[in-house]
């Protein structure tokens, strides 16, 4: 990939009268770009928007401005999904979880993607008193341990988002998405392939004997 254009965007660029260009952006500690971008290989452009907030290296004189967050807004991102196989009440909220990850709204998104976990809970019949509580639940009855870890890490980033307001980067929470993602495949998705497989065989099976 590479960058062909960055624009200031917020706060713009402004004329003033018959004097010079003055950008407003020169006293303030925070600005967001645009940035447009293009593979060198299929040539297809993303645009993305860049927040910045002004920064004080050790050693350095003067404030420089450092990446904060980062978003494509085009193509418009794809929210994830979850498999057919998922249950209603979890696939709904891992859909407002996405959704709101796509919208690039961190904090919100931690929360969702803790509520889908909790519901995961639910689901599954988990006792105790709190979340933790109920993964431990589902841990002693043999449970995968990379399941009740990936289980673990969504609640506590919701805890994070919910309670100390704690925003994580998008690739940050994009990892969240995935791993809640592989535990409805672990938990949903493979035994209802595994059930689908073995229904063919017997069904072949039963047919041969007819013959």
Same mark, same amino acid.
């Given at each position: !990939?590479?960058?062909?254009?960055?624009?200031?965007?917020?706060?713009?660029?402004?004329?003033?009268? $018959?004097?010079?260009?003055?950008?407003?952006?020169?006293?303030?500690?925070?600005?967001?770009?645009? /940035?447009?971008?293009?593979?060198?290989?299929?040539?297809?452009?993303?645009?993305?928007?860049?927040?910045?907030?002004?920064?004080?290296?050790?050693?350095?004189?003067?404030?420089?401005? $450092?990446?904060?967050?980062?978003?494509?807004?085009?193509? /418009?991102?794809?929210?994830?999904?979850?498999?057919?196989?998922?249950?209603?009440?979890?696939?709904?909220?891992?859909?407002?979880?996405?959704?709101?990850?796509?919208?690039?709204? !961190?904090?919100l998104a931690g929360a969702g993607y803790r509520a889908v976990v909790e519901?995961?809970?639910?689901?599954?019949?988990?006792?105790?008193?709190?979340?933790?509580?109920?993964?431990?639940?589902?841990?002693?009855? $043999?449970?995968?341990?990379?399941?009740?870890?990936?289980?673990?890490?969504?609640? !506590?980033?919701?805890?994070?988002?919910?309670?100390?307001?704690?925003?994580?980067?998008?690739?940050?929470?994009?990892?969240?998405?995935?791993?809640?993602?592989?535990?409805?495949?672990?938990?949903?998705?493979?035994?209802?392939?595994?059930?689908?497989?073995?229904?063919?065989?017997?069904?072949?099976?039963?047919?041969?004997?007819?013959?």
């Amino acid at each position: !990939m590479k960058r062909d254009h960055t624009e200031v965007v917020h706060p713009r660029h402004v004329q003033l009268g $018959g004097q010079r260009s003055y950008d407003p952006t020169a006293d303030l500690d925070r600005r967001i770009t645009e /940035e447009a971008w293009s593979c060198t290989y299929c040539k297809r452009v993303t645009l993305e928007l860049v927040w910045w907030a002004q920064k004080q290296d050790p050693g350095e004189k003067q404030p420089t401005f $450092g990446e904060v967050r980062r978003r494509v807004i085009w193509p /418009e991102p794809v929210p994830r999904k979850v498999g057919p196989e998922v249950p209603v009440k979890v696939s709904d909220l891992f859909d407002e979880a996405a959704r709101t990850e796509s919208a690039g709204a !961190m904090r919100l998104a931690g929360a969702g993607y803790r509520a889908v976990v909790e519901e995961i809970c639910k689901d599954r019949g988990a006792s105790g008193r709190t979340l933790y509580d109920k993964i431990t639940d589902l841990e002693s009855r $043999g449970l995968p341990a990379d399941v009740i870890q990936a289980l673990h890490e969504a609640r !506590m980033v919701g805890n994070d988002s919910l309670h100390d307001g704690l925003e994580y980067a998008a690739d940050e929470l994009a990892d969240i998405a995935e791993l809640v993602t592989e535990v409805t495949v672990i938990l949903y998705v493979q035994p209802a392939q595994r059930a689908r497989l073995a229904a063919a065989r017997q069904a072949r099976r039963t047919a041969h004997k007819k013959k």
